[in-house]
């Protein structure tokens, strides 16, 4: 289970970052943040996509050294 959670967070990283950022960006030049949901949300969603990027930058880091 440890794994596949792993999996899944790199690919949310791999594949939803520029879509969240996007949004988010727009967004926050739209709208004023009044509501504690909505910043909790994009911090949740940013921590999601950077803890993707560290997990599959240590894996790449193994693989590369196993080379």
């Known amino acids: 289970m440890k794994q596949f959670l792993k999996y899944t967070i790199v ?12 949004v988010g960006h727009i967004h926050l030049s739209i709208h004023t943040f009044h509501d504690l949901y909505e910043i909790l949300s994009s911090i949740g969603m940013n921590i999601i996509v950077l803890t993707g990027f560290i997990i599959d930058y240590k894996n790449e880091r193994t693989e590369t050294k196993q080379s």
């Open 11 to 22: 690919w949310i990283s791999q594949n939803l970052a520029i879509p969240f950022w996007v």
